[in-house]
Each structure stands twice: as C-alpha cells, then as structure tokens.
C-alpha cells in the first residue's frame, strides 16, 4: 500500500505549553477541573478536590469512581444516526479508515484538531458534551477527566471485538477495569541517530541518555518539546523516575538541563520525520512510532538503514526508558454515545487496525498484530522491528503519569528556564 507521504502530519502537541507559559495562561489543574465540574464525592471547592486527587501509579492502581449522574449508557441500543464527531490529534485516524467506517454505518464523521494535551483537557472542561469521542487521552489525564466528570463510563457490551481483541499485558493501573478507557497505540520513547555520521553504538552505551550531552554532538542533538519529555531526559539519564515530586531532585535535574542547553545548543521538536534531508540532528529524542515513520522521508541516497534507535531498557547498561500507550474516552453528554463504543470496537478489528497502522506508523494494540504480521505485509522493513513493543517490555519501561497540580507546575516552570521560552 503506498504511502501519502505528503500529508499534513499532527500538528505540535506539546507547543500549546510553551504558548501558554510564555503568555501568562493558567492550564487546568485537577482542583480547577473537579471544582468547575462537580466532585460527586463532596461539596466541591479546591480544598475538597485536592482531598480527592487520586494519583495512579502501578503500585497504587486507582478505580476511578462512577457517580449516579455519569452513568454508562444502556444496553441493546442501536447506534445513533450520527454525525459522529471526533476529538483528536491531527490526522490521527487515516481518513480512509474512517470512511469505511462512515460508509458501512451509513453515517458522517467530523474530525475536530487539538494540538497538545494539555489544550484537550481545557476544551473538554469548557464544551466536552460536543464531541462523541476523543482520540486519545494520555495516561497523565484519564483520571482528571473522570473524576472531573468530563467522560462518560464505556459499556463493554458493544466492545466485544475490542475486548476480544486487547493486547494482553498492558496495564490498566490508571483506570482499574478500563471503566473509562481502552487503549488506542502503544510506543517506546528513547533515542535515535543517524550511523551514517555518527560512529559509536549508542544502544551498547553504559547509559544512552548521555548522549545528549556529549560535546562531540554540540548542534546536532535534539530533544522532544514539552515540559514532561524534556525532563523526562534529564530524570532518567540520573536513574530517576520521570513523575518524581522531590524538589531537591527537580531542582539537580533542573541545573543539569541547563547547563547541557548552554554547552549542547539543543534544539526542542518533534518533527525529526521533516529534518533527515537538511542534516540538523545527529541524535535526537524521539518516538518509535516515529521511526517506522522515516522510511516515507528519506532523502534520495539514503536507506533506513541508515537510521538506528536505542531503547535504554533494552541496552547493556538497562537504564530507564519511557513507554506508554494514548487511549480512547467517550465525553459525558455525548450525542452519539453508542457510535463512538462503535468506532472504538470496529478500529479494534484487526483488519482495520491494521490498515490504519500502515498510514500512522503508530503500533495498535490489537493482539493480532506484531512485528511478523508489519514486516510480511510490506508496512515495515526488517531493519525497524524494534519499533514494535512486545509483551515483555511492557514491565520495563516507566510512563509519564498524572502529577499534583503544583508539580505540574514546577515541570512547566523549569522547562521554560531550559528552553528559554523557546
């Protein structure tokens, strides 16, 4: 199947942070969401919503609360007559999928863009009820959004496919029993380099995070933007973890970052797939959905096998490595509720998931895919099937989680000291 390589790709999610931050913007904390939104477990107010901030960790899974006014939807229903509108990243469900999908129920699909996280959270606070399904929500923000009452509980009795068909071993510490979501993609996030300019084997590194601030690749290093990912690299080169709360640690991390973005001259992005022909990295933070990605970007002369990608978990030295998977959520008072279980169930279907992975790159969570079924249906050279996640590195890496409102803070306020606002 031919690649479009020339389609737009998803606008920034993480720039809408450093808008924010350099305009003044509050971003909605977990207190600011529950508060506006009612906590059917008190009388509201931040005091209590701060009371009720539930931070799920793998150990400390959370089961997240379903009030008697955001009830799951019935049974036996039949699917509404549509328009079924879509929240998501830009471009994140190939159109064609989508079609077929509109196509065999005889309804329309409308697709509405949020560029980062942080802006779907404040655009669900302010008029959720106006789409039927978001695509997706990250790890960090399940829990703001059902115990701010923002989502709706799933009714898995229309997704019998979809349960049928989850990869076994990913966790649902965040949302115990997936009440509230079902994962869409699952991805590495590590380091990838260009071997046909840089010698060493970053991978057999004691610890690859220290690439980044190597002199030898003073210019050509980038790192991922935004406040979590940025710091994600300097927590995990020291051994920590990339949710840490401990002041002391934040502010040693902090004089890290800024001492590697003045000697190192990092430049902060996430469009690596744009920059193979203009040489600008050498390294660079980087997604592995990502990776699969580069083969349609390839500047003439130059073969993936010219790309590499370490996943520190998988190194010699086994340092720390992020992992994580978005999800799926239906908003509460959608119109079309039963639809958008439907749209969930029917990109569950292997079939279609399949074909959506060959257009996004990013891998499904569908047990029936895997690196033999990528490489023998032509959507993934033998030389990128360390971009698929197995099973068993699911338990070695750590995610990006949800953080008290005030650390959140903290991140974004140290992020904007290293980047310079940038």
């Given at each position: 199947m031919a690649h479009p390589k020339d389609r737009p790709r998803p606008i920034d999610r993480r720039a809408f942070l450093q808008r924010a931050a350099a305009a003044g913007i509050a971003l909605p904390s977990m207190a600011t969401i529950l508060a506006a939104c009612g906590d059917s477990g008190s009388s509201g107010g931040?005091?209590?919503?701060?009371?009720?901030?539930?931070?799920?960790?793998?150990?400390?899974?959370?089961?997240?609360?379903?009030?008697?006014?955001?009830?799951?939807?019935?049974?036996?229903?039949?699917?509404?007559?549509?328009?079924?509108?879509?929240?998501?990243?830009?471009?994140?469900?190939?159109?064609?999928?989508?079609?077929?999908?509109?196509?065999?129920?005889?309804?329309?699909?409308?697709?509405?863009?949020?560029?980062?996280?942080?802006?779907?959270?404040?655009?669900?606070?302010?008029?959720?009820?106006?789409?039927?399904?978001?695509?997706?929500?990250?790890?960090?923000?399940?829990?703001?959004?059902?115990?701010?009452?923002?989502?709706?509980?799933?009714?898995?009795?229309?997704?019998?496919?979809?349960?049928?068909q989850l990869s076994p071993g990913i966790p649902d510490f965040y949302d115990v029993g997936r009440q509230y979501s079902m994962p869409y993609v699952i991805f590495t996030t590590g380091i990838a380099w260009r071997n046909d300019e840089v010698s060493e084997d970053i991978a057999a590194l004691d610890n690859p995070w220290d690439v980044f601030w190597d002199p030898k690749y003073k210019g050509q290093a980038h790192l991922l933007n935004g406040s979590r990912d940025t710091l994600a690299v300097g927590l995990l080169r020291k051994g920590y973890d990339p949710n840490e709360s401990d002041q002391t640690i934040l502010d040693q991390v902090k004089q890290d970052l800024l001492a590697g973005a003045d000697e190192m001259g990092w430049k902060y992005d996430h469009v690596d797939y744009t920059e193979l022909s203009t040489n600008l990295w050498q390294v660079h933070n980087t997604w592995s959905g990502q990776m699969a990605y580069y083969q349609y970007y390839l500047p003439k002369g130059l073969d993936i096998t010219a790309l590499s990608y370490a996943w520190p978990p998988q190194g010699q030295g086994g340092q720390k490595g992020l992992i994580s998977h978005d999800l799926f959520a239906i908003p509460k008072g959608a119109a079309s509720p039963v639809l958008a279980h439907t749209l969930i169930d029917y990109l569950y279907d292997p079939k279609n998931a399949i074909a959506n992975y060959s257009y996004e790159g990013y891998q499904p969570t569908v047990k029936s895919f895997n690196e033999d079924v990528a490489v023998s249906d032509g959507f993934l050279p033998e030389s990128l099937t360390y971009t698929i996640v197995t099973e068993d590195m699911v338990p070695m890496g750590v995610s990006e989680l949800e953080l008290e409102p005030a650390i959140n803070q903290l991140y974004q306020q140290i992020y904007q000291e290293v980047t310079g606002g940038a």
């Open positions: 931040d005091a209590s919503a701060s009371a009720a901030l539930q931070l799920a960790r793998p150990d400390n899974p959370v089961t997240l609360p379903i009030s008697a006014d955001n009830p799951a939807i019935a049974d036996g229903l039949d699917p509404e007559s549509g328009p079924l509108k879509i929240f998501g990243y830009n471009d994140y469900i190939w159109k064609k999928v989508l079609n077929g999908f509109g196509e065999q129920y005889g309804v329309d699909v409308e697709y509405t863009v949020f560029d980062t996280p942080d802006e779907m959270v404040s655009k669900m606070q302010s008029n959720g009820a106006d789409f039927d399904a978001v695509v997706t929500v990250t790890l960090e923000n399940i829990g703001k959004l059902a115990q701010g009452n923002l989502i709706q509980p799933l009714n898995k009795t229309y997704l019998t496919t979809a349960t049928d």
